[in-house]
């Protein structure tokens, strides 16, 4: 009976052969293939983020498969990591958002982010989507009132996202609209 439920976890697929990786859910005695697009191809040596919103699921018993689909040839390696679930929270709108400045926003094409008094000496900016999906990542390490960065969001789904800071401060929060 959990609101706000997605099930979370991080992909490696590395090789010139990768193959696919496929996550479904059993509702209600049937499985439901491909809950989200599959992934497929060699991503290289890094980790990635993945996550299912689990809502259409509220108040159902369910059970989550990972299909993993090989390549053709010895070169692909697939594992997973880090596998549960959390609860996606609203974010505070008066949270630190006058030391986050973003503009345009709505954005279309390019955003920009300035810091503003927020210390931004070894922080991270993170831009994450409505499931809690990391889509862009920055390490910044510049003294306060100077940090200002453009984005391009065109690759970026219409919709909204959450724009995290995070330093040995704590974590402030701004939203981001993408046309």
């Known amino acids: 009976n959990a609101s706000n439920l997605f099930f979370r976890y991080w992909y490696h697929m590395y090789g010139n052969d990768m193959g696919e990786l496929h996550v479904d859910i059993l ?17 290289n040596d890094q980790w990635l983020p993945g996550s299912v919103d689990l809502n259409p699921y ?34 505070d709108d ?30 991270t900016i993170t831009i994450l989507d409505a499931l809690g999906r990391t889509v862009y990542t920055e390490e910044v390490n510049s003294p306060a009132n100077t940090y200002k960065t453009e984005i391009d969001v065109n690759l970026f789904e219409a919709g909204a996202y959450i724009i995290q800071v995070e330093n040995n401060s704590g974590i402030k929060n701004s939203k981001l609209i993408v046309n």
Do not use: C, E
Not at 27 to 43: C, E, K, M, Q
């Open 58 to 91: 509220s108040g159902q018993i369910i059970n989550v498969r990972f299909r993993g689909i090989t390549g053709n040839g010895w070169m692909s390696d697939l594992a997973l990591d880090d596998i549960g679930v959390s609860t996606f929270t609203s974010i």
């Open 27 to 43: 509702s209600n005695g049937v499985w439901v293939n491909d809950v989200i697009p599959a992934v497929s191809g060699n991503f």
């Open 94 to 123: 008066n949270a630190g958002l006058a030391n986050i400045n973003v503009y345009p926003n709505p954005a279309t094409d390019m955003v920009h982010i300035s810091l503003g008094n927020l210390q931004a000496k070894d922080a």
